[in-house]
């Protein structure tokens, strides 16, 4: 199946410090890329759909301003959590589909974020 | 979306078949059942899908009631490596790839040596 990569895998931060995470589809192009977060012994809950050129579609109760997303190209897509607190600390999983071709969505292994 | 419900937990025999629930009961028409397991810190994994017919693959059986109203997923011969949450979503899917996966809570899958 198709491949999704997110980088770093995982990453500790101070407070008030802004972390990027990046989201890439290996070897297909995904117009549409999802950012999920997980908190511990929850289950995943989507925050915002990124549209390759486009603004991303946040869901309800989701900061726009502090989860700053960027689609840039079909392959790339990034999460930046602006001004980042302890309670931001969270498994975050990126997804695409490749339009057309398969209805299933390709995962990326998450980024484990901790901030201090 | 349809809502699904699905047993919190279940325990398997290593090497037996893993059988797992989910009921859709307001299932729409034209929306599939998609299964999705998530192994512990890692991003979830597509396994199967299907509309109405049972579905096959090299992971595992998809059962699909007459009436859509709960459909079963079958892992043949569990392995220690099958120990995850796993989902049943029911969703339409887009031509334009982008809809949303809705994510419950899953039912955690132990194999037990």
């Known amino acids: 199946g198709a491949v999704v990569s997110q980088h770093p895998s995982w990453v500790i931060c101070k407070s008030g410090t802004s972390v990027k995470i990046e989201c890439r589809s290996l070897d297909f192009q995904a117009t549409t890329m999802f950012w999920y977060r997980q908190f511990p012994k929850q289950s995943l809950m989507l925050m915002a759909t990124s549209n390759e050129g486009s603004k991303a579609t946040y869901e309800q109760g989701v900061e726009k301003d502090k989860f700053l997303i960027n689609h840039a190209s079909l392959t790339l897509s990034t999460l930046t959590v602006t001004s980042a607190h302890p309670e931001d600390s969270s498994f975050y999983i990126c997804?695409?589909?490749?339009?057309?071709?398969?209805?299933?969505?390709?995962f990326g292994p998450g980024t484990r974020l901790t901030v201090l | 979306d349809a809502k699904t419900t699905q047993p919190p937990s279940m325990d398997c025999a290593e090497g037996r078949a893993a059988n797992l629930p989910c009921n859709h009961s307001?299932?729409?028409?034209?929306?599939?059942v998609y299964w999705y397991r998530q192994i512990h810190s890692q991003g979830p994994q597509y396994i199967i899908h299907g509309l109405k017919n049972n579905e096959t693959n090299e992971m595992a059986s998809l059962i699909i009631t007459e009436d859509r109203k709960s459909s079963t997923l079958i892992l043949p011969h569990a392995t220690l490596r099958d120990t995850a949450v796993y989902y049943c979503?029911?969703?339409?899917?887009?031509?334009?790839?982008?809809?949303?996966?809705?994510f419950g809570t899953g039912t955690r899958l132990t194999i037990i040596p």
């Open positions: 307001t299932i729409s028409g034209n929306e599939y």
């Open positions: 979503i029911v969703r339409v899917p887009s031509n334009f790839g982008n809809e949303k996966l809705t």
């Open positions: 997804s695409a589909r490749t339009p057309g071709l398969a209805v299933e969505q390709f």
